[in-house]
């Protein structure tokens, strides 16, 4: 895979190309031949290879549109990032700071965060909601969220243990969730997904206003986009673990697409147009939405709303509620 484009995104990994800002749009340039061009205003993100050549007016273009530019190398692996500016809506960090640093907002908040995420991952194990009251009725009684975490952690380990019975197809073995690093072709998937989930609500996190490091249920360390950890748990069972699974079970991701890197399993390039084709493909998805007025969204569309709604709760606009599909 060398490039690949819905219109929103762009994904340039090879550096046969480049990029240069002509009329407002996006010229794709290989070998100085034009093979596209794009509306700047329909973008959210380009990534593309570290060596590609980028115009310079590009990057003063995308910070002032609220674009953002991840280069990576040839692995796919992070470099950097051109990012627009902070919001300036300062009165709504210091209403994040406050509300954050209140135990009762934050618990009462997180509740139904872990609550939600239960009933998602309930959806994608195929469990009986029924089974999942004395989860819930446990994380109704809890008054710290480190006792909350505790109750998360115990249903994960459930969670991940029949997490494989859901594999249809026989090529891939699943022997439990391993993070860091990421064990085996399945893991790999997830963590890749999860990676992706996460930059789309960073980036909304920014565009709105709200700072992606504060959390109010994960630990705030340096450098942890800690509102994207407690924010993402919500949409990781149906965004992405219900993804991998279909990736596979519809054998669109096989063993070929792998390589060993350093002895674990990582995607190669054709596994890579695999697994973003089928990703773009996915934020367009369609979902009732009924909690601030009912309508349709793409999955994009959701995670954009459900960020405001965060933003929201922190004037008493609205009580967050987390999506539930």
């Avoid at 789309?200 to 206003?209: A, L, M, R, S």
């Avoid at 965004?239 to 079970?249: A, C, G, Q, T």
């Amino acid at each position: 895979m060398s490039y690949l484009s819905d219109k929103t995104t762009l994904y340039l990994f090879s550096d046969s190309y480049s990029i240069e800002l002509k009329n407002k749009k996006i010229l794709v340039n290989k070998h100085g031949m034009k093979v596209d061009e794009i509306p700047f205003f329909h973008l959210t993100t380009i990534v593309i290879n570290h060596n590609c050549g980028v115009d310079p007016k590009i990057l003063r273009y995308a910070t002032r549109n609220k674009i953002s530019i991840v280069f990576i190398d040839g692995n796919f692996n992070f470099v950097a990032s051109v990012k627009h500016p902070e919001s300036k809506n300062i009165f709504l960090r210091k209403l994040q700071y406050e509300k954050f640093s209140d135990p009762s907002f934050a618990i009462e908040t997180a509740k139904k965060i872990i609550t939600a995420k239960l009933i998602n991952c309930a959806g994608t194990i195929r469990q009986n909601r029924s089974e999942l009251v004395p989860w819930i009725n446990s994380i109704r009684k809890v008054k710290s969220v480190d006792d909350l975490r505790g109750i998360e952690g115990s249903y994960a380990n459930y969670y991940f243990a029949v997490f494989g019975k859901q594999l249809v197809s026989s090529d891939f073995k699943w022997f439990g969730r391993f993070k860091y690093p990421a064990v085996g072709e399945i893991n790999a998937l997830l963590s890749w997904g999860y990676t992706l989930l996460g930059t789309e609500i960073q980036t909304f996190c920014e565009i709105i206003g709200l700072d992606p490091y504060l959390g109010f249920m994960h630990t705030n360390y340096y450098g942890r986009p800690s509102l994207v950890c407690d924010l993402i748990e919500e949409y990781r069972p149906w965004v992405v673990d219900r993804f991998v699974l279909n990736l596979i079970n519809r054998k669109q991701i096989r063993k070929e697409h792998f390589k060993n890197m350093d002895g674990l399993e990582r995607l190669n390039a054709s596994g890579y147009k695999v697994f973003q084709v089928a990703w773009l493909k996915r934020m367009r998805g369609i979902k009732k939405y009924q909690i601030i007025h009912k309508t349709k969204l793409s999955i994009r569309g959701v995670i954009e709303m459900q960020t405001r709604l965060i933003s929201k709760s922190l004037t008493d606009e609205y009580s967050y509620q987390p999506f539930v599909p």
